[in-house]
C-alpha cells in the first residue's frame, strides 16, 4: 500500500511538473503559433510562385520563424484580401495570422481611409537592417509599408506584325483605327492591364494631379475620355464578329501569343517572365508608351491586429535581401528596388529597359472602382 501511494506521488509531482512546463512556454512566446508568420498576398499565379519560393528559402535560414502563404487568386469570385483585413479590424479582431500583407504602393491611401490610421503598424525601421541597400521610398504612407518590387503596364506587341509600334498614345489611337481587330486590352475590373489602359485613356485628357486624387469632382471630367473609349470600340479584337473584350491579364496575353492580336496593354513581369518560360514567342516586345502607362511599387505592411510582429519583421528583412530580391526578378521578372550591383546581373539584364524612377503614378481611391464600374455600364454594354 505504502509504494501504491508513493508510486501516485510521483506521477502527480510528475503531472505538475508538465503543466507547469507548458505554461512556461506559453508565457515565453516559444508557442508553435507565435512562430508562425502568415504572409497573405493575392493576385495572378505568377506573384504566388515568387511568394513560394522565397517563403522557402526563408524557411531555410536561422530566424526562429516558419513564414506560410495564403493567396487568394484574382477572378476567383472569393472575397478581397482588402476586404478581409478590414472586416476583421472593424470586429475588433486582434492576434489574427494577418501578420503581413501585400498590397499595391496606390492602396495603401484605401486600406487606411476604410480601416483607420491604426490598422497597420508604423514602421520600426530600426528593425530592418536591410533597409539599408533600399533605393525607393513606397510612394504612399511611407511610414506604413515598405516597398519590394516594382511594377508596371508596358504596351506588348508582335514584332513580326509589327515592326515600329506605336510611341504615343496619339500613335496608338491611330494605329487601333487602321488596324482593326488587331488590338485588345481586358476588362478593367478583371486586371490592371485593361485597368491601366481605361485609366490612362480617359486621365491623359486631365491634368497629371488628377491622376493621384481620390477627389470625385473629378467625375465631372470623364465625359471626353469615356468618348474616346466609344470611338475606339469598334477597331477592337472581334470574335464572331464581335467586339470582345477578354477576362484577366491574361486573357489578352493569350491572344497575343496565338498572333489573334497584335498590339496588347500587359504588366511587363508578366511578359517577360513569360517570355522566359516560353509560353510568349520571342517574336513578343515589350514598349512604354508617351505619356506611359501606370506602374508602382508594391509594398507589404504589418496590419496591427495580427498575431506576430517581430516575426514580421524578420521577413521584411529578408524581403529586401539580394537573395530575395534575384527570386522575384527570376521567378517573375518583378523589377528590384535595392541597389543593382547586389544582384545576379545575369538577371537583371533582361529588365534593363525598365527604370522604376520613371514609373508613372496611378493612385485613384474609390474612383478607380467607379471608373470600372462605368466602364461596364457604357463601353462593355456597347454592341
Known amino acids: 500500500m505504502r509504494l501504491i501511494r508513493e508510486k501516485m506521488k510521483k506521477t502527480v509531482v510528475i503531472i505538475m511538473l508538465a503543466v507547469m512546463s507548458i505554461a512556461a512556454a506559453g508565457c515565453s512566446g516559444n508557442t508553435k503559433e507565435d512562430k508562425t508568420i502568415t504572409i497573405w ?11 513560394e519560393e522565397q517563403i522557402e528559402q526563408f524557411n531555410q535560414l536561422d530566424t526562429g520563424y516558419t513564414a506560410k502563404l495564403e493567396f487568394i487568386t484574382s477572378g476567383t469570385g472569393a472575397q478581397s484580401l482588402r476586404d478581409r483585413v478590414i472586416a476583421a479590424k472593424k470586429a475588433g479582431e486582434t492576434g489574427t495570422d494577418f501578420d503581413i500583407i501585400e498590397l499595391g504602393g496606390d492602396e495603401v491611401t484605401r486600406y487606411v ?21 533600399l533605393k525607393f521610398e513606397a510612394t504612399f504612407r511611407n511610414d506604413l509599408v515598405m516597398p519590394y518590387r516594382g511594377t508596371t503596364v508596358v504596351l506588348a506587341y508582335n514584332a513580326e506584325a509589327v515592326p515600329n509600334p506605336p510611341k504615343t498614345t496619339e500613335e496608338l489611337y491611330r494605329w487601333i483605327k487602321e488596324n482593326p481587330g ?4 481586358n476588362t478593367p475590373g478583371s486586371g490592371g492591364a485593361g485597368g491601366s489602359f481605361v485609366t490612362t485613356s480617359v486621365y491623359n485628357l486631365l491634368g497629371e494631379e488628377a491622376l493621384t486624387s481620390s477627389d470625385e469632382a473629378y467625375m465631372e471630367q470623364w465625359e471626353e475620355g469615356f468618348a474616346l473609349l466609344k470611338e475606339l470600340h469598334p477597331y477592337m479584337y472581334q470574335s464572331s464578329g464581335k467586339v470582345v473584350y477578354p477576362n484577366k491579364n491574361q486573357g489578352t496575353l493569350d491572344l497575343l501569343a496565338n498572333k489573334e492580336a497584335d ?8 511578359v517577360i517572365s513569360q517570355k522566359k518560360q516560353g509560353t510568349l514567342p520571342e ?24 498575431s506576430n510582429q517581430e ?45 522604376i524612377e520613371a514609373f508613372r503614378i496611378g493612385s485613384l481611391g474609390e474612383l478607380s472602382t467607379k471608373l470600372n464600374e462605368r466602364w461596364d455600364a457604357e463601353i462593355g454594354t456597347l454592341e
Open 41 to 51: 498576398s493575392g493576385g495572378s499565379d505568377n506573384v504566388r510562385v515568387q511568394f
Open 113 to 133: 481611409e476604410e480601416g483607420g490610421d491604426d490598422l497597420f503598424v508604423t514602421l520600426d525601421k530600426s528593425k530592418i537592417e536591410n533597409l539599408k541597400n
Open 182 to 185: 488587331r488590338f485588345a486590352y
Open 263 to 270: 498590339i496588347i496593354p500587359a504588366w511587363a513581369d508578366m
Open 283 to 306: 517574336t513578343i516586345k515589350i514598349a512604354q508608351l508617351e505619356p506611359s502607362f501606370t506602374g508602382s511599387t508594391v509594398v507589404l505592411g504589418i496590419p496591427s491586429i495580427g
Open 311 to 355: 516575426g514580421a519583421y524578420e521577413f521584411l528583412n529578408y524581403m529586401l535581401s539580394p537573395e530575395a530580391q534575384n527570386i522575384a526578378l527570376d521567378s517573375m521578372a518583378a523589377i528590384p528596388v535595392i541597389d543593382y550591383s547586389l544582384l545576379d546581373q545575369n538577371l537583371t539584364d533582361t529588365i534593363s529597359d525598365l527604370q
